[in-house]
């Protein structure tokens, strides 16, 4: 069983930037596609970014140009750089492993107008 925690979050104003991170318990870190998603009250949880590596990743069109996933391998850590925050991106962020049942508690983000 890995486990993931996410740190980072807090209330902001709009425009302002937050970055939060994910340590994970795994040695097989580095050889995971790691996402993360987030789910605002009364939505569906939905996809931000994942990342393969640093050089491989994706990103949904809400967030392009406003947010970066990038991981350290030898902190077992990702990390989700988040700039330019609009009130819409309230949610709870959670760190996921793709392709596996991993998730992490999540982490409040709220974003004030």
């Known amino acids: 069983q890995v486990q993931l925690v996410e740190s980072g979050g807090g209330l902001v104003q709009a425009g302002d930037s937050l970055r939060l991170s994910c340590a994970a318990s795994?040695?097989?870190?580095?050889?995971?596609?790691m996402g993360w998603y987030r789910q605002a009250p009364g939505k569906q949880r939905e996809l931000v970014a994942t990342?393969?590596?640093?050089?491989?990743?994706n990103y949904a069109d809400s967030v392009k140009g406003r947010f970066t996933i990038s991981r350290d391998n030898a902190k077992n850590t990702v990390y989700l750089q988040m700039n330019s925050l609009k009130p819409e991106d309230t949610a709870v962020y959670y760190c996921?492993?793709?392709?596996?049942?991993?998730w992490g508690q999540g982490t409040q983000v709220t974003v004030s107008s």
């Open positions: 795994t040695s097989l870190f580095s050889f995971y596609t």
């Open positions: 996921h492993v793709e392709y596996k049942t991993y």
């Open positions: 990342i393969i590596n640093n050089d491989r990743t």
